[in-house]
């Protein structure tokens, strides 16, 4: 799987089957920071991600 960062890294991933939660604790991302694209469409965290699948990570802009 391809996982694309906030400030555009790259990291291509080679992992089973997970939920995004899984995948986003193991690179040290805090879930509750960011949203996440599967293949250009929003999914939540429980979403199962499989191996040929592009990951796009969106930090959360917050406060005041």
């Given at each position: 799987?391809?996982?694309?960062?906030?400030?555009?890294?790259?990291?291509?991933?080679?992992?089973?089957?997970?939920?995004?939660?899984?995948?986003?604790?193991e690179q040290g991302i805090n879930p509750l920071e960011v949203i996440i694209s599967r293949n250009g469409k929003l999914v939540?965290?429980?979403?199962?991600?499989?191996?040929?699948?592009?990951?796009?990570?969106?930090?959360?802009?917050?406060?005041?």
């Amino acid at each position: 799987m391809k996982l694309i960062l906030s400030d555009k890294d790259v990291r291509i991933l080679e992992h089973s089957p997970a939920p995004v939660e899984q995948i986003l604790l193991e690179q040290g991302i805090n879930p509750l920071e960011v949203i996440i694209s599967r293949n250009g469409k929003l999914v939540s965290e429980d979403t199962v991600i499989e191996t040929g699948d592009e990951i796009r990570v969106i930090r959360i802009a917050h406060g005041g």
